[in-house]
């Protein structure tokens, strides 16, 4: 579902996949390739929400105010509330990356993690942990955040191409 909300209508790129399910309200955005799954919420109710292209937000995020970059994975059930997550970074399962944080580029925030308001995870670093330590990431670790939006960029397409659901 999409809505209007303060003058603004949710944006989404035509070779993107959005979830019937999913709910986007106001001043949203989606860039291509990228995928909104089921039980989704992205708010532009109070600052604009992107999600950059080739990026995946999973079942039951809610992002708010929220900057997503390029080839990242939002994983199920996260919050990211007026943070900024760069590009080619992954945030994992059940996470929540507060207001004025920033996940800088190739990062990932480990499943169950708290990133505090206004805290940065530095560039190829994992965080992990509530409140989050980092410590620098391996190579496996590097290796699977690009298989995971890899497999959901592929996923989204074959989404698509079955239509709406």
Not at 130 to 147: H, K, M, Y
Request: a negative charge; proline letters at 3%.
């Amino acid at each position: 579902m999409r809505d209007a909300f303060g003058g603004h209508e949710p944006t989404v790129d035509e070779t993107a996949f959005v979830s019937k399910m999913a709910y986007l309200v106001g001043e949203v955005s989606v860039g291509a390739r990228s995928s909104v799954w089921p039980f989704v919420c992205l708010r532009g109710d109070g600052g604009e929400t992107t999600v950059g292209e080739g990026s995946n937000v999973q079942e039951f995020s809610m992002l708010h105010g929220a900057e997503v970059g390029d080839r990242v994975t939002v994983g199920h059930n996260v919050v990211i509330d007026y943070a900024t997550i760069e590009s080619d970074s992954l945030v994992g399962i059940q996470s929540a990356v507060l207001g004025g944080a920033t996940v800088e580029s190739n990062a990932l925030v480990a499943a169950g993690s708290v990133v505090l308001q206004d805290q940065t995870i530095p560039e190829g670093h994992l965080a992990y942990g509530a409140p989050a330590e980092t410590r620098p990431l391996t190579e496996g670790q590097r290796a699977e955040i690009s298989r995971i939006q890899d497999h959901y960029v592929d996923l989204a397409a074959e989404y698509r191409s079955v239509g709406e659901l």
